[in-house]
Nanobody
């Protein structure tokens, strides 16, 4: 069973930066996309924030983070990173790493098969 382990969450002031990491125990043929989703405090649905397609390197971002967040991957380490800059209070939430198989763009929540346990990001204004 592939496992995803996130790290790097924490608390910073607005305008600051954080980097999240997601280590996958292995990549399989059933995975071609990895990414980050977040759930706002009290929220029900998880919002797709950024994904990278491991079979070509294409990246996609939600409108709310484009230009501030950068997703990258290190295939040798089976690790995906999310560099978050110019953080805002509305970026606060639990960030989940996810993996799945999809065709294009940010998959819907139910389009991802594997999920990490999440890491909390708190931005104070």
């Amino acid at each position: 069973q592939v496992q995803l382990v996130e790290s790097g969450g924490g608390s910073v002031q607005a305008g600051g930066s954080l980097r999240l990491s997601c280590a996958a125990s292995k990549y399989t043929d059933s995975t071609n996309v990895m990414g980050w989703y977040r759930q706002a405090p009290g929220g029900k649905q998880r919002e797709g924030v950024a994904v990278v397609y491991t079979d070509g390197g294409s990246t996609f971002y939600s409108h709310s983070v484009k230009g501030r967040f950068t997703i990258s991957e290190d295939n040798a380490k089976n690790t995906v990173y999310l560099q978050m800059n110019s953080l805002k209070a509305e970026d606060t939430g639990t960030y989940y790493c996810a993996a799945g198989f999809y065709s294009y763009g940010i998959p819907p929540e139910d389009g991802m098969d594997l999920w990490g346990k999440g890491t909390l990001v708190t931005i104070s204004s």
